[in-house]
């Protein structure tokens, strides 16, 4: 499972990333978090408000932090 | 009032959980529960003043009418009356914000000609959850749905520009007449400038990559919320934003309360005062490169205030501070030409001058 999450490198931003690799941490799945910075990437993912949480390929959350629950509902 | 049915934040929420959320909202509970909060609130709010000067000249004994018994009682009157307002004003704006999206504000303004489209822009920036980091993104996802680049711009100056904490504080250190002025003023520049670069037809000046995405795609995702989640949301936004700016308050008042207790009378009004023609730009330009949250600026800029600096260069230093940043220009550098920004700190200076030299005539 490849997990992506969008963001230029601000407060929420960075909480969603600790949201989900705690998610995946409980979970007890190994999965690669990517950190998406590049606003062109963003454009192609059909992001356009941050912060974003795109699960293989999939665009699960936009413009908001999630809760811990949720991201563990995605990640199955 | 219902809930919007199509409003709220990102994420898709399964379904059954949602209806049971619905059907177990507890109405008396809440309604109670928030009725007697805001009676306490007020009852506790109303009593500051005189509490303060309890605890200054009573309790702690310090002389009445001395420097430092001036002093100690505005901070300890101040403090508690700001995080008040500031609490109450954060969750309301919390539950407000639940309601408007990026997503939905760009498909809204998506339909919209200039004129119309920069008003709605500019108020629509006061409402919609948005933070300067989120700048850029939001300008793609505009241009990607077509909104006019001047109605966008109309939106990127009024979201930072006129700032909740920043008008609550001015309301509460300087009463209701220079929130409003500060509000209506935000508000028209916002709207103006922006409607000036719509007209310059600088499309061109857009990053080359960005002007192509035009046709692609963009998701919505849309969330049925309760008012439960709503009021959620507000006490989210007050342990967030309250839980992050209080520092920033307690500080900006102690240095206030110095300044009103120490500082002579009229100080100010020799280096920024009325007559000062150049005090405007000045205030301006210096502005550009500070960036510090509306928390910490406000207190500042009623010690100021108070010492006999002049209202509209005291307004124009806070409204460049907060609207126009280096760091949110180095940001937008990634969609727009250099020429754009330049057009874009001209014009929006431009208005913030225009304010100061309005607001030092007519005040």
């Known amino acids: ?76 | 009032m219902e809930p919007l049915p199509s409003s709220g934040c990102g994420c898709t929420k399964p379904a059954a959980s949602q209806a049971v959320i619905e059907k177990n909202v507890p109405w008396g509970k809440v309604g109670i529960l928030t009725l007697l909060s805001f009676g306490l609130w007020l009852a506790i709010y109303n009593h500051l003043e005189p509490f303060s000067s309890y605890l200054t000249y009573s309790l702690f004994a310090v002389k009445k009418g001395s420097q430092l018994g001036d002093a100690v009682q505005f901070f300890l009157y101040d403090t508690p009356k700001v995080m008040m307002l500031l609490t109450l004003i954060v969750f309301v704006i919390g539950v407000l914000r639940s309601f408007f999206t990026q997503e939905r504000t760009r498909q809204y303004l998506a339909g919209k000609r200039e004129s119309a489209g920069n008003v709605m822009a500019a108020m629509l920036g006061i409402v919609t959850p948005f933070c300067s980091c989120s700048a850029v993104p939001l300008f793609l996802g505009f241009v990607q749905a077509g909104v006019p680049l001047g109605v966008t711009f109309s939106f990127l100056i009024a979201a930072p520009m006129v700032n909740e904490i920043a008008l609550v504080l001015l309301y509460g250190l300087l009463g209701w007449k220079v929130a409003a002025l500060y509000l209506v003023t935000g508000l028209l520049i916002a709207m103006v400038a922006g409607w000036v670069i719509g007209r310059l037809k600088l499309e061109t000046w857009i990053e080359d990559w960005v002007q192509e995405l035009r046709a692609g795609q963009s998701l919505v995702f849309e969330r049925k919320l309760t008012w439960l989640d709503r009021i959620d949301q507000g006490k989210e936004a007050v342990r967030d934003i309250v839980g992050k700016v209080w520092v920033y308050v307690v500080a900006g008042i102690a240095v206030g309360a110095f300044i009103h207790g120490y500082v002579p009378e009229d100080f100010m009004a020799q280096v920024i005062g009325k007559d000062a023609w150049w005090s405007v730009p000045a205030a301006v330009v210096v502005g550009i490169p500070m960036y510090s949250n509306a928390a910490g600026i406000v207190p500042v800029v009623e010690a100021l205030l108070g010492k006999g600096a002049a209202l509209g260069t005291v307004l124009a230093f806070m409204m460049s501070v907060i609207a126009l940043s280096l760091p949110e220009m180095i940001i937008l550098r990634k969609v727009l030409k250099p020429k754009l920004i330049a057009v874009f700190i001209f014009v929006v200076g431009s208005g913030i001058m225009f304010t100061g030299y309005l607001f030092n005539i007519i005040v």
């Open chain 1, 1 to 76: 499972m490849e997990i992506k999450v969008c963001g230029p490198g601000c407060a929420s931003c960075e909480k969603t990333q600790k949201i989900v690799e705690a998610a995946l941490a409980a979970k007890g799945i190994a999965a690669t978090v990517v950190k998406v910075n590049d606003f062109q990437e963003f454009a192609q993912l059909g992001v356009f408000s941050t912060p974003a949480v795109v699960i293989d390929g999939q665009v699960k959350c936009i413009g908001r932090v999630p809760k811990q629950s949720e991201v563990e509902n995605w990640i199955g």
